[in-house]
């Protein structure tokens, strides 16, 4: 059960490059969420989506943007990266009644 | 969502327990107290929740005042891997909606040898 798999889990960016994180779960979770992590922040949520098809904006999200084909995958797209999108970034899922949330290992990007 | 404040350092003997402390004062009738714990470089793990009545897994014990303003996560006998940084947050049952939820930045925990 590989859980919540995050892909690259590193990756250096120039300014103006575009990614996609990857995110993927095998729980069946409807929720899935992006957090990014920096020094002396704590975690801050960027996008989330309650189910296929539907998501929404966090505390973060100017940047970035995401899409929920399915239930499995949510992945998270830089369009143009900034230097300011140098940090460590979280997927999250959680199922709607169980409620414990389960977090991927973090993809380290940095941005030149 | 209710905030949450934890100190941020604390210390730790191998062996000894470790009492780590949140507040909550905010906290509405339907908030559950959830503790998590990140160890360098890796995601935050699940360790507990509770909602009024004091907790207990293979992990560690949740007890949680009668008033529901505090609580207070408990590792009955630390070990080196204990060693990482733990989240106490608050959340309603409805998990369709994290957007509230503060993560804040937690009570580093040091267990020494």
């Known amino acids: 059960n590989a859980g919540v798999t995050q892909t690259p889990k590193f990756q250096v960016l120039k300014t103006g490059q575009s990614m996609t994180l990857q995110c993927a779960q095998d729980?069946?979770?409807?929720?899935m969420s992006w957090y990014r992590q920096d020094p002396g922040m704590g975690l801050r949520l960027i996008h989330y989506s309650v189910g296929a098809g539907i998501t929404d904006q966090g505390e973060v999200p100017n940047g970035y943007n995401v899409s929920r084909s399915t239930t499995e995958d949510f992945p998270l797209r830089l369009l143009s990266a900034a230097p300011s999108q140098t940090s460590v970034y979280f997927c999250?899922?959680?199922?709607?009644?169980?409620?414990?949330?389960?977090f991927g290992e973090g993809s380290w990007l940095t941005v030149v | 969502d209710a905030k949450t404040t934890q100190p941020p350092s604390m210390d730790c003997a191998e062996g000894r327990a470790a009492n780590l402390p949140c507040n909550h004062s905010t906290i509405s009738g339907n908030e559950y107290v959830y503790w998590y714990r990140q160890i360098h470089s890796q995601g935050p793990q699940y360790i507990i929740h509770g909602l009024k009545n004091n907790e207990t897994n293979e992990m560690a014990s949740l007890i949680i005042t009668e008033d529901r303003k505090s609580s207070t996560l408990i590792l009955p006998h630390a070990t080196l891997r204990d060693t990482a940084v733990y989240y106490c947050i608050v959340r309603a049952l409805n998990a369709g909606n994290n957007r509230k939820l503060i993560w804040g930045l937690g009570t580093s925990l040091g267990v020494n040898p």
């Open positions: 999250a899922t959680s199922g709607v009644t169980g409620n414990t949330i389960y």
């Open positions: 729980m069946n979770h409807e929720y």
